[in-house]
């Protein structure tokens, strides 16, 4: 947790203070009041501890909290629906496991012209809960998929945790939380967007 906490902050701020230092150019004092009130909770929600997990419903406010900001800073670029079905909005599941995933979407999946559409949909099925996250982005690189899927199985083979450093970190730390939290029954797959881009998912 405290190697994605240390992940996430630095990027957040950067990409927020760029957005409301040209909010500010433009004399949008509402628009800077309303990203200012966003990035508060947020900073919040990511620097405090939640050993026992945190609700779904809790998790995804803070995800559509990032969004907006996000989206302030793209204008019309970005879109995003979120999906979340209210017998999963309960659900308890380890803190900053959704919000990384879109932000890893919008990061690094982005890097095509716009429009640039997101997706958060869950379900829950015979006593199982998924959480997809797909986006229309330039999608992952096989080499880089199988990396993260070879680093996971030895991680599972031996059953002991690699260094938790800060970089480089990115899913595999998603991946470790899920099955720290959940032990077997936890999920974790990554593929194709039919459309173009990806789709990661998680559960448990």
Known sequence: MLAQQSLMIPHFNNKNLATISALADAGLTREISKVCGDISGILRYISTDAEEGVTVA????????????MKMGHDDKLSYTIGIPP???????????????????????????????LVVQGSVE???WRISISDNGIGFEPSAVALLESRIAKWQE????????IE??????????????????????IRANPGGGSVVTIGG
Do not use: D
């Open 58 to 69: 809790a998790e995804i406010e803070h995800t559509v909290k990032y969004l907006q900001c």
């Open 87 to 117: 017998v999963l909005q309960g659900v308890t599941i380890p803190k900053l496991i959704v919000q990384p995933l879109v932000e890893n979407a919008i990061k690094h999946g982005f890097n095509t012209p716009p429009p640039w559409n």
């Open 126 to 128: 015979g006593g199982e």
């Open 158 to 165: 031996t059953g002991r945790l690699p260094a938790l450093g």
């Open 168 to 189: 480089g970190m990115g899913l595999f730390n998603i991946c470790v939380r899920l099955r720290l939290f959940f032990g077997e029954r936890h999920h974790f797959s």
